[in-house]
């Protein structure tokens, strides 16, 4: 289990005089769920943009997959899958044009990405969806398709921006046995949430407050030494210590 | 470049799927036409003649009827009064005042200098010197027939005179039509070549999904070239259909190469594209896109020399011109169809739009930022 696919070493991000995270310091595990925690603003987002070479750190360093994210960011980027907050497949696109684009723009050959296009939507239950316009799609099936293709050229570490922000209970635990299914395949997965009891999906939570992390274990070890009896009221304990 | 493909397929999918803009860019071309190239003209029809004609006598009568029988002038008003003349030109009831004083008639019968005043709107400066120049004109002619006319009367002389005898080249009937329909042609793939794929990128940050493929492996000059193709086409095919436009409605002659128009609206659509794209990367709105392009588009069409010849502008503008590439289109367009110029009249235009094409376009890959 201590095989580390990032490594982060003081990491500093500003923004002008805005200090967004605070000297860092984490590793994550090859194919673990790792759970990023954190009150709104906390910085969490930031961290995930720098990891995913989409934000360039201060100072400090970062390596992802074995690759420096201030020296080579485009390099980290063909190692990962994304997937934000703000719901980003293209909406005017069928489902199959939208998997069609990102396979092609990994450099899957055409047959691959044809074979695991048809997987996928019978592993979905996304038949008759195919040929749809994610416009026309609910948000529950938008995520798990963002998620899907996020994973389709199956990178060493997949990040999750709350993917699951304003899904429905039931579409939830559907979006999280495939995170389990995902991390079974021995990818990496690296998520933000909002939702407590998602964390305790988690194999090792991180938990940020200002900027800085305040406290990172797995979740029974923090139950343990905050003397809770749920991740949630270990978050409410660090966040509102009063 | 299959990573290219895939992002071009995906361009021309969303394009077509838009049914307002892919019918818009079909539309707009055929409009633009039929509505500016008839439309924008120098020429001057029936200005509005006021005559205050203090004289009454057959020769003043005789100047008069020369002046109404042109086509340029429509008497639109005549008094005795200079006041009242002078009040009407102030309320814009005409363009033009003529007086002819009391007396007129009679220097000429006896072979003095007949004197005239002519009072000319001059709001628009342009067209009252063509309005001086048209009365001038039959005022001249007018002159030269009472010397016939008097020949034998008066003894004039026979002074010499220079007969100039010219001929218009390359537009001999002086059809404005011929002069602006290359030059709307130049609008018209400047507006597409602008707007459409600059927009387009500010929508995808808008939107949020340009994050998603920033975090992709794909390089920045085969998003920047992914964004151009599918305009560069919609450019060419809006310039096809404005030539059958020139051709079927205006009949316009087109004396020169076809091609050779072709593939310097080719290199044009790039400069224009990659100025575009260029702007799009630091605007994080349409709002702002639109902004910035909407100035450099009319300073660009406005220095261009659609309308004034810019030969005669000033010559810190025609130093800005060296970068305008609005200008070199403008020009070669007109160079190629009116007068069948070949690429080594134009070579020098076409080498500078080249330049401009490869800065502009690798400006707008520099200034891309995939990592913030």
Redesign the interface.
């Given at each position: 289990m201590n095989n580390s696919v990032i490594t982060v070493r003081n990491l500093v991000k500003k923004f002008g005089s805005f200090v967004a995270n605070d000297n860092l310091n984490f590793e994550v595990y090859a194919g673990e769920i790792f759970g990023f925690l954190g009150a709104n603003g906390a910085g969490k987002t930031t961290t995930i943009r720098i990891l995913?070479?989409?934000?360039?750190p201060t100072s400090g360093e970062v390596i992802v997959a074995g690759i420096n994210a201030s020296k080579k960011?485009?390099e980290i980027?063909?190692q990962?899958g994304?997937m934000?907050q703000?719901?980003?497949?293209?909406?005017?696109?069928t489902v199959k044009?939208n998997i069609?684009?990102?396979g092609?723009?990994?450099?899957m050959s055409k047959s691959l990405i044809k074979e695991r296009t048809e997987n996928l939507l019978e592993k979905l239950n996304f038949r008759d969806y195919g040929n749809k316009l994610i416009a026309d799609l609910p948000l529950g099936l938008r995520q798990k398709l963002a998620f899907s293709i996020a994973v389709f050229h199956e990178p060493k570490i997949v990040f999750l921006d709350e993917p699951t922000g304003g899904v429905d209970p039931i579409t939830r635990r559907q979006f999280w046995e495939m995170i389990y299914e995902t991390a079974s395949r021995g990818i990496t997965v690296f998520v933000t949430t909002h939702y407590m009891d998602e964390a305790e999906y988690c194999d090792r939570i991180s938990i940020m407050s200002e900027a800085k992390i305040v406290a990172l274990d797995t979740p029974e070890n923090l139950k343990k030494l905050y003397n809770a009896a749920t991740v949630e009221d270990v978050f409410i304990k660090i966040a509102r210590p009063n | 470049m299959?990573?290219i493909?895939?992002?071009i397929?995906?361009e021309f999918?969303?394009i077509f799927?838009?049914k307002f803009i892919s019918r818009a860019m079909f539309a707009v071309p055929i409009a633009q036409m039929l509505l500016l190239v008839p439309a924008v003209t120098f020429e001057i029809k029936n200005v509005r003649l006021c005559i205050i004609d203090n004289d009454l006598t057959s020769e003043s009568r005789g100047l008069i009827s020369k002046l109404e029988g042109s086509t340029f002038f429509k008497v639109t008003f005549s008094t005795f009064s200079e006041n009242e003349a002078n009040n009407l030109l102030h309320k814009n009831k005409f363009d033009l005042i003529l007086n002819i004083p009391s007396g007129f008639g009679k220097n000429l019968g006896t072979g003095k200098t007949g004197k005239l005043m002519a009072s000319v709107d001059a709001i628009n400066a342009s067209s009252a010197q063509l309005t001086w120049a048209y009365l001038s004109g039959v005022i001249r002619d007018y002159n030269r027939n009472i010397l016939t006319k008097n020949i034998n009367t008066i003894p004039v002389n026979l002074v010499p005179q220079i007969i100039i005898t010219n001929r218009f080249w390359y537009n001999e009937m002086l059809n404005y039509n011929h002069y602006m329909l290359p030059g709307v042609l130049t609008l018209l793939v400047t507006v597409v070549g602008f707007l459409l794929a600059g927009l387009n990128m500010v929508r995808e940050k808008e939107?949020?999904?340009i994050?998603?493929?920033?975090?992709?492996?794909?390089?920045k000059y085969q998003l920047i070239i992914a964004k151009m193709v599918p305009f560069l086409l919609i450019g060419l095919i809006d310039l096809s259909i404005g030539l059958i436009i020139g051709k079927l409605v205006f009949n316009i002659p087109f004396v020169g190469s076809i091609t050779l128009l072709f593939v310097c609206s080719f290199i044009f659509l790039i400069a224009v594209l990659g100025l575009a794209l260029f702007i799009s990367t630091f605007s994080g709105s349409q709002q702002q896109f639109m902004f910035i392009a909407f100035f450099c588009m009319i300073i660009f069409m406005l220095m261009s020399g659609l309308f004034t010849p810019y030969e005669s502008m000033p010559n810190w503008a025609q130093i800005f011109n060296m970068i305008n590439p609005v200008a070199y289109l403008m020009k070669i367009n007109r160079m190629v169809m009116l007068k069948g110029s070949t690429i080594h009249d134009i070579s020098r235009e076409i080498i500078s739009l080249i330049v401009i094409a490869v800065c502009s376009t690798s400006l707008a890959v520099r200034r891309y930022r995939?990592?913030?």
């Open positions: 995913s070479g989409l934000s360039a960011p485009e980027k063909k990962i994304y934000s703000k719901f980003s497949l293209y909406e005017d696109l044009e069609m684009l990102y092609g723009i990994y450099g | 299959r990573t493909l895939y992002l397929r995906k999918l969303q799927r838009n939107m949020g999904t994050e998603q493929l920033n975090v992709t492996p794909v390089r995939k990592t913030a």
